[in-house]
């Protein structure tokens, strides 16, 4: 029979209810038991959903209060000092609170130290607390966690599988501390204990456990390859089964190393790896299991069931019994019950499958290959198959106008009319500005009254005459604080705007918006990514009528503002029948419009943001160019319709910038804005090593912290910068939005900018 099991469930639950939990306990309104019983609850609600749907393992173990990485942090002891859990380390128990300081800086008990730093799981939008790792570090069996949630699961009955971050993986997300030093250094000891772990399962009747190895599908170095070999023969010991599990991508250079290493089972990504399934199995030792990712845990598609099936009919035949069915990754980055969703339509419904679904799909895959279907599965390839081909049919999908547009793109649309030096003199001229400008990234404070009027005009409590009357005001008040500053460059500070890419989305056709379609990003912090399920095109324009307003209230050039093609892209479950490229093409396309038009009403700033373009690069280094070629271009399809005097602004908020400064060149934004206070201005290096040719905004403030940064501090960033870019492409303005922040913090702390600008006047 084919085994059907999953690499780990959502653990929210369907209506948040770990964020509501958590947050209630943090805040002291409820008790640790409370919060104990929330998460047994659902763990108890997750398994029986694995079970009821026929799944043949249910997984333990990827539960977590805050993130699955730092749940490993604590089983292994990797508690870093400050966080003083001596005690709990000597007793072999790591308490909640210690990994919620951890995580969080703070915790209802013990003293707070500075949280461990956070970071994107691969390519996900999923943050884990990266491990902090010492020169000599010691590690000990730390935590019970693990074994109590198998004892829980054995005692309802299920047939347990473990899952675990594994070794190599867990090492490969951590980062060396204090001073430098190799971290493999550290994986015979961390191997160690990951032994005691699996003896100590073993003994609790666990047969399988799967380890996960995302690690294996990115460039390893020589050195981490071998060390896979050395640690896998090492817990091979161990009695039980081991499941190496990677997804994410191909194994590549690492396909003969994976299927080489002496364990039970291997899971590999079919879904994004389907070329390298053969290779797999070619390789694959006489009496392994082959846990094959077939459903798609990174999208939320209904799987098309009759063409897998057709697909994985030889596979089944070559293995027989050792073929497990699987989603390709965790189900942790889809959301969880499309059920719920009784907002959307039943046709755009019938398109998608969020977790609770996959589990059916994996369960009729396998009872499908065996010729065991049920009626059930039957109906479900059925439904399937007429959902397929209605999506493929579909005008709603298919809009002959978006795609004869699409086809009629030339080389041309993808580049301004002139080159930058010559704009420069245009703009110039028309703009007028001092050196050094001041501007600001886009938003200003999103108020408590501004949060409630959006929800009382979606609640329909007030109309949308007084909701937009509402908006102007802020819109005003928010432009005559910026001309009381004298700030160069003002904005109308995107008060009307809930989300960067929900505004967007939300007035485009093509998208759709979910009402629990909640995915964890970290930690209690969820995000509800839009669907974009058609093509892509604006019906009106989306933000003119703001800008226009804003325009009226100052004689200053008013910035307009937009999010970029490739960040509304890569924040939405974007749709799985044509490339990502395709889709980018036709939101940039959509969002040319709105800059002309912003242009034609009077806007002769236009800021374009990508925040997200440096994550979208793939895993692989080798497929970074093909990434970047496209989202350069679409990024200038959106930004090439102006005329030269129009200035077209970009923002980015990361710090690295030395392995993609070709790409962000080649965007050829007139000014380009970046995240560079908290790194001293140390990146600009990349700029002048590059010989960058346009315009420059460091940011010479840090947003994230409620502190006012002083003048002199501010001109003394600047004079870094001068050392590596002239004074006549230099721009004075935060690190990014201020949307988060109090306007008793951005007053003084503009004010301060402004006066640091001037003084850089003075001087040059
Ligand atoms: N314009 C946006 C803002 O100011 C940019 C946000 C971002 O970079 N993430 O809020
Ligand atoms: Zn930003």
Redesign the pocket.
């Known amino acids: 029979m084919t085994v059907s099991h999953i690499l780990g469930y959502p653990r929210i639950g369907a209506q948040r209810e770990l964020k509501k939990a958590t947050e209630a306990y943090w805040k002291g309104d409820q008790d640790r038991e409370a919060l104990e019983y929330v998460g047994r609850d659902l763990r108890a609600r997750h398994w029986a959903a694995q079970r009821h749907a026929g799944l043949d393992w249910v997984s333990v173990g990827d539960f977590a209060f805050y993130d699955q990485v730092l749940n490993v942090s604590a089983l292994l002891g990797a508690v870093p000092e400050r966080f003083a859990a001596q005690q709990e380390l000597a007793a072999g128990d790591v308490s909640l609170d210690t990994t919620f300081r951890m995580a969080r800086g703070r915790a209802p008990s013990g003293t707070p130290a500075a949280a461990c730093e956070m970071t994107k799981y691969f390519d996900t939008n999923y943050h884990y607390l990266v491990p902090e790792l010492h020169e000599h570090q010691r590690f000990q069996l730390a935590s019970t966690r693990l074994f109590d949630e198998v004892d829980e699961a054995h005692q309802a009955g299920h047939s347990v599988k473990v899952t675990l971050t594994g070794p190599l993986t867990w090492l490969w997300l951590g980062k060396e501390k204090g001073q430098a030093f190799d971290r493999l250094t550290l994986l015979e000891e961390v191997v160690e204990v990951y032994g005691e772990v699996l003896n100590r399962l073993a003994a609790q009747g666990v047969e399988w456990v799967q380890l996960d190895e995302p690690a294996l599908v990115q460039d390893l170095p020589l050195a981490w390859q071998q060390a896979y070999e050395r640690a896998y023969h090492r817990l091979q010991a161990a009695p039980l089964k081991l499941m190496v599990a990677t997804y994410f991508g191909g194994l590549g250079d690492n396909l003969s190393l994976a299927t080489r290493l002496p364990v039970a089972g291997l899971h590999v990504d079919a879904v994004r790896a389907a070329d390298e399934l053969t290779h797999v199995i070619d390789r694959l030792g006489p009496h392994q299991v082959l846990s094959v990712g077939l459903v798609d845990g990174r999208n939320i598609w209904r799987a098309d069931l009759a063409a897998l099936w057709e697909r994985f009919m030889s596979v089944k035949v070559r293995l027989g019994n050792r073929l497990w069915l699987a989603p390709s990754c965790s189900l942790l980055h889809v959301p969880v019950d499309l059920a719920l969703e009784s907002d959307l339509d039943n046709q755009l419904k019938s398109w998608l499958a969020f977790a609770r679904q996959k589990l059916d799909e994996v369960v009729s895959l396998s009872r499908l290959l065996d010729n065991r279907a049920t009626a059930e599965d039957e109906t479900r390839l059925d439904a399937a198959t007429r959902a397929l081909d209605e999506r493929r049919d579909s005008e709603r999908t298919c809009r002959k106008t978006v795609r004869a547009r699409l086809a009629a793109i030339q080389l041309a649309d993808s580049a301004r009319s002139s080159a930058y030096a010559q704009r420069a003199l245009a703009q110039r001229r028309k703009l007028d500005l001092p050196l050094f400008p001041t501007t600001?990234?886009?938003?200003f404070p999103q108020t408590q009254d501004i949060r409630a009027a959006r929800r009382a005009f979606k609640a329909k409590t007030l109309g949308r005459e007084a909701y937009e009357a509402r908006m102007r005001e802020e819109i005003a008040y928010s432009v005559a604080r910026q001309e009381a500053l004298e700030l160069d460059i003002p904005v109308h500070g995107?008060a009307e705007r809930n989300d960067?890419v929900e505004y967007f989305g939300e007035r485009l056709e093509g998208f759709a918006f979910t009402r629990f379609g909640w995915v964890q990003s970290y930690g209690s912090r969820c995000v509800k990514p839009p669907v974009i399920y058609g093509d892509v095109s604006r019906p009106a324009p989306m933000t003119v009528r703001w800008s226009e307003y804003a325009q009226t209230l100052t004689d200053k050039p008013m910035k307009g503002?937009l999010t970029g093609p490739v960040t509304i892209l890569h924040w939405s479950f974007v749709r799985d029948d044509q490339p990502r490229e395709t889709t980018c093409r036709q939101i940039a396309l959509a969002l040319r419009d709105e800059v002309v038009d912003l242009e034609r009403a009077g806007i002769s700033i236009i800021?374009i943001?990508e925040?997200a373009l440096r994550e979208g690069l793939p895993l692989r280094q080798g497929q970074w160019q093909a990434y970047l070629n496209w989202a350069v271009e679409c990024f200038k399809l959106s930004a090439s319709g102006v005329r030269d005097e129009t200035q077209i602004h970009t923002?980015?908020?990361y710090s690295e910038f030395n392995d993609i400064i070709g790409a962000i060149a080649a965007l050829d934004a007139d000014v380009i804005t970046i995240e560079t206070s908290r790194s001293d201005m140390e990146l600009l290096a990349a700029f002048q090593d590059f010989a960058y040719p346009n315009e420059i905004g460091p940011g010479v403030y840090d947003i994230h912290t409620p502190n006012i940064p002083e003048v002199a501090w501010m001109v003394q960033l600047m004079e870094k910068a001068l050392e590596k870019i002239p004074a006549e492409r230099l721009w004075v303005n935060p690190d990014?939005?201020?949307?988060t922040r109090h306007w008793e913090e951005v007053e003084p702390a503009l004010a301060n900018m402004v006066e640091a600008a001037k003084v850089l006047r003075k001087r040059y």
């Open positions: 600001t990234i886009g938003s995107e960067m503002m800021q943001d925040p923002h980015m908020c990014c939005g201020l949307k």
